[in-house]
């Protein structure tokens, strides 16, 4: 992706211009160190992933339970890897997973009131190692900025159907 000619076999991509390259590199950089030192504040204050935080923090914030698709939805994680992560959640005491009356076919997840004090118990960390890498270098128009420009984004690539909706790959039967 960092070389100005196109890969062999690549078609008729244009490469990105340098500006866009050194944003795309950047936002990533910015990305992997907040999301390294929210994980490590997490699972030093909590013994949870941010992935399982996530699922705590959208079932804490909805007022009944949610189904497996609405939260792999919501947290972009895949459907296998979201049920491993309830599975230890459940196991652990901290949601609750059963069959929605209303559809067979979906399992319904609610949180548990363990899960909810774990949950607050480990966003004040959160909200200050957020607030200290991210916010804090901003000013209040730079937040508004980049709260606009990130909302777009998350837009245009939600406009694609949910992960959830997207069908599975099959293995050959060979």
């Not at 244009?14 to 390294?36: I, K, M, N, R």
């Not at 992935?51 to 939260?71: D, K, S």
């Not at 899960?115 to 270098?137: K, Y």
């Given at each position: 992706?960092t070389d100005a000619r196109p890969a062999a076999g690549s078609g008729d991509v244009?490469?990105?211009?340098?500006?866009?390259?050194?944003?795309?590199?950047?936002?990533?950089?910015?990305?992997?160190?907040?999301?390294?030192?929210?994980?490590?504040?997490?699972?030093?204050?909590?013994?949870?992933?941010?992935?399982?935080?996530?699922?705590?923090?959208?079932?804490?914030?909805?007022?009944?339970?949610?189904?497996?698709?609405?939260?792999?939805?919501?947290?972009?994680?895949?459907r296998s890897g979201l049920t491993y992560q309830a599975g230890l959640l459940e196991?652990?005491?901290?949601?609750?997973?059963?069959?929605?009356?209303?559809?067979?076919?979906?399992?319904?997840?609610?949180?548990?009131?363990?899960?909810?004090?774990?949950?607050?118990?480990?966003?004040?960390?959160?909200?200050?190692?957020?607030?200290?890498?991210?916010?804090?270098?901003?000013?209040?128009?730079?937040?508004?900025?980049?709260?606009?420009?990130?909302?777009?984004?998350?837009?245009?690539?939600?406009?694609?159907?949910?992960?959830?909706?997207?069908?599975?790959?099959?293995?050959?039967?060979?």
């Amino acid at each position: 992706m960092t070389d100005a000619r196109p890969a062999a076999g690549s078609g008729d991509v244009e490469p990105l211009d340098p500006a866009q390259l050194g944003t795309y590199f950047v936002l990533l950089e910015a990305v992997s160190l907040l999301q390294h030192q929210v994980e490590r504040q997490l699972r030093t204050e909590g013994g949870i992933s941010y992935v399982q935080f996530e699922v705590l923090a959208r079932l804490a914030h909805t007022p009944g339970p949610l189904t497996m698709t609405q939260l792999a939805d919501g947290v972009v994680y895949s459907r296998s890897g979201l049920t491993y992560q309830a599975g230890l959640l459940e196991k652990a005491g901290l949601i609750t997973r059963g069959p929605d009356p209303d559809d067979d076919r979906a399992t319904l997840v609610a949180i548990t009131q363990d899960g909810r004090d774990l949950f607050h118990r480990v966003l004040p960390g959160h909200v200050q190692v957020s607030r200290r890498l991210l916010f804090d270098p901003l000013t209040a128009d730079d937040v508004r900025q980049l709260g606009d420009i990130m909302a777009r984004v998350r837009d245009h690539m939600r406009a694609r159907p949910p992960r959830s909706a997207t069908p599975r790959k099959r293995r050959d039967a060979t």
